[in-house]
């Protein structure tokens, strides 16, 4: 008897099965629905789905699971970029056999980096493919001989092409160390005639090729374009098939350039990675909370200095505030690095426990460089820029602050506070407002640390000119 091929719809967003059509998924897309054939299955695929639906006691055929405390750890291979900044941010390297995906908006310097990679695992005799969907090769020459003036290795190689099947073959031929795809955006399978682009084909495409990495260990370097809102273009499940998601950011009107991950199976999703934009390529930033820190602090109202313990190290950055009379019944809340729900939430717990009343005014606030920290270290200082701002007060010049501002108005503990000390005081610093409960912090010569307990406290301590007091 003859089984004729059923038809399924499929949800480009997150994978669903579906038998009939629907105009609304359960993971919430509309409209994202495409309809797929499935083969039958064939006798033996048959009996071996019923032998295991059978139960336990069927005897042969059954999958027997091991013992987790037997599952040996720490095998994984992981190859030196030779750039530490990346390597920090992957957890210590490429690990053998992953799929990284890689985002950013145009220009902002991707290529450049994975390219920079590849020169340097070339140097030390590996072979580098870098399969171009978009450039040509002379492109990319050209973006080589800016990065390695001294001559390309001979292991780096070139492909243009945009059929995945091409790539697969060239990767059994050259059987390379490393693997760069630019961009996934571009590659399509003849398997499918939805056209080059399609969610359809980024997702079948990441698929085969996170298949045939795997198999052979071989880790690659995936690059994705992002929508204006900046998020990652193409189907969510795009990065849940991928093991690494990692983001390159900065503003073009600067070089600053920050690498963080979203996603890392293999590490820390903390960890940021800092660069600076030049004519011969990217070069490391060692000193990023020198580079945050540009100008001397403690000149002007509405500007005090943070930190936030990012992955393994402390980030010392300037916090911004300025208020104005609103112009309309509707006072603007505007912020960059910092959560605009954060700012609301701060802003009240100024009016209520403070007493300092913004309801009139818009409030901006600003971290300098561009920089999003993650966390809540950086309320205290926020609060404290924004009274700063308000009252016209100037935070005194060698104050740096940290902490998380709670409802009720109280102080509550950061992590990190011992390391966030020495970096302070290396960079200058001579006075750390940080919460009571991290007052003991051991701290380096020449600077203090002073425990608060409340945003009352804290403004009253930093502001000790009567005329900016609170109330």
Excluded at 413 to 432: M, P, Q, Y
């Amino acid at each position: 008897m003859v089984t004729k091929p059923k038809t399924v719809f499929v949800c480009e967003e997150c994978g669903f099965e579906s038998p009939k059509w629907m105009g609304q998924c359960v993971c919430g897309a509309w409209n994202s629905f495409y309809e797929r054939r499935v083969e039958p299955e064939g006798p033996a695929a048959a009996r071996r789905k019923s032998s295991k639906t059978a139960g336990a006691g069927a005897g042969a055929g059954t999958v027997h699971a091991s013992p987790l405390a037997k599952v040996e750890t720490g095998n994984a291979r992981r190859l030196d970029t030779g750039i530490e900044e990346l390597n920090r941010v992957l957890g210590g390297g490429i690990t053998a056999g992953t799929l990284t995906l890689i985002s950013g908006e145009p220009g902002i310097g991707k290529s450049t980096l994975i390219l920079q990679a590849a020169i340097s695992l070339a140097r030390r005799r590996l072979k580098a493919l870098y399969v171009s969907g978009e450039e040509s090769p002379e492109q990319i020459r050209t973006r080589a001989d800016r990065i390695a003036p001294a001559g390309i290795p001979d292991g780096v190689l070139i492909l243009s092409a945009t059929a995945i099947e091409t790539v697969l073959d060239a990767i059994e031929a050259e059987r390379p160390d490393f693997l760069i795809i630019d961009s996934i955006q571009t590659m399509y399978t003849e398997t499918l005639e939805q056209a080059p682009g399609s969610v359809s084909q980024i997702r079948v495409c990441t698929d085969m090729l996170m298949r045939s990495c795997k198999a052979i260990g071989l880790p690659a370097f995936i690059v994705a374009h992002v929508t204006k809102s900046g998020d990652l273009a193409g189907p969510k499940i795009v990065e849940h098939i991928v093991d690494c998601v990692l983001s390159f950011s900065g503003e073009k009107s600067r070089d600053l350039r920050l690498l963080t991950a979203s996603k890392n199976r293999f590490g820390t999703t903390s960890e940021v990675g800092a660069f600076e934009m030049r004519e011969n390529g990217l070069a490391e930033i060692q000193d990023l909370s020198g580079c945050l820190l540009e100008g001397p602090l403690g000149q002007a109202s509405g500007t005090i200095a943070t930190a936030v313990y990012e992955g393994t190290r402390p980030l010392l950055m300037e916090i911004q505030a300025l208020t104005a009379g609103a112009g309309t019944g509707f006072p603007r809340r505007a912020a960059i690095g910092v959560d605009n729900a954060r700012l609301g939430m701060i802003l009240a717990v100024l009016e209520r426990k403070a007493g300092l009343d913004l309801s009139g005014s818009d409030v901006y606030v600003n971290i300098v460089g561009g920089f999003r920290p993650d966390g809540t270290s950086s309320d205290l200082s926020c609060a404290l820029a924004i009274w700063s701002a308000a009252r016209g007060a100037i935070v005194p010049a060698g104050v740096l602050a940290i902490g998380e501002v709670g409802l009720a108005g109280e102080i509550r503990s950061v992590r990190g506070a011992e390391s966030i000390a020495a970096e302070a005081a290396r960079l200058g610093f001579t006075r750390l407002i940080l919460p009571g409960a991290n007052a003991k912090t051991k701290t380096p010569p020449g600077i203090s640390a002073e425990g608060v307990s409340s945003i009352l406290e804290a403004i009253s301590l930093v502001f000790a000119d009567p005329g900016s007091s609170p109330g």
